[in-house]
């Protein structure tokens, strides 16, 4: 079963507008939840995370919300930039410890 | 320190043959974690570690993989027979944990597995 799920594969969108990259997950015990971003043969980097106890954090370019009651979280990049281009990954913690990831979403935004 | 570091980086084998792969975590973390990432799929959870103790293990895991961490530092993930199924990027992630809060992964840049 698919805990976190990132049902867009892929967006393109043009450098300057806004990237709005969208998570849902079913597990209502999730409470903190994780953007990644993947370049190809790298390994995953930390980008930004939101407390569930919060429904809005905003760091620079990137701003994760999160809506609760949807069970839905949103990372917004705004100014997008060409070197936003990458793989996103929404992750949540579980209450052991573990992140649970989504399939991930590529990212491309154009000149 | 400059991060996680995981060795080998690629590793091509024939089916039936055994690997291992070595993970060197952040040294400062209590928490190394083992992900497998296949094309297209986000990282899957397949096991953990706090300090040398294994706290758990994904039904991903089956008899043929095998980790450890024995002193608590690098850890080591063996597939033994391996099949085809079994290609894939392996990624290795370490943390800080702290009571209530595990804390973000820090990963390092996997070890991709190629099983002809």
């Known amino acids: 079963d698919q805990q976190v799920k990132q049902n867009s594969p892929s967006l393109s969108v043009q450098e300057g507008r806004i990237s709005i990259l969208n998570c849902d997950y079913t597990n209502s015990m999730f409470d903190y939840f994780l953007w990644y971003k993947k370049y190809p043969a790298e390994g995953p980097t930390f980008l930004i995370s939101i407390s569930s106890i919060k429904d809005k954090n905003e760091d620079g370019r990137f701003t994760v919300f999160l809506n609760k009651s949807a069970k839905h979280l949103s990372l917004h990049i705004v100014p997008s930039q060409p070197g936003d281009s990458a793989v996103y990954f929404c992750a949540a913690e579980n209450q052991g410890g573990k992140l649970i990831f989504g399939q991930g979403t590529e990212l491309s935004v154009k000149p | 320190d400059t991060g996680v570091s995981q060795n080998p980086r690629h590793k091509i084998t024939k089916r039936g043959q055994n690997v291992t792969f070595r993970c060197d975590p952040i040294s400062e973390h209590n928490r190394l974690y083992w992900y497998r990432q296949t094309l297209g799929q986000g990282p899957e959870f397949l096991t953990y570690?706090?300090?040398?103790?294994?706290?758990?293990k994904s039904r991903l895991l089956s008899d043929r993989f095998s980790a450890e961490r024995p002193k608590g530092s690098f850890s080591t993930l063996e597939i033994q027979r391996t099949e085809q199924g079994d290609s894939a990027m392996y990624l290795c992630?370490?943390?800080?944990?702290?009571?209530?809060?595990?804390?973000?992964?820090?990963f390092g840049e996997g070890s991709r597995l190629t099983v002809l």
């Open positions: 570690f706090q300090n040398e103790a294994q706290l758990e």
């Open positions: 992630a370490s943390s800080f944990h702290r009571v209530g809060r595990t804390g973000e992964l820090f």
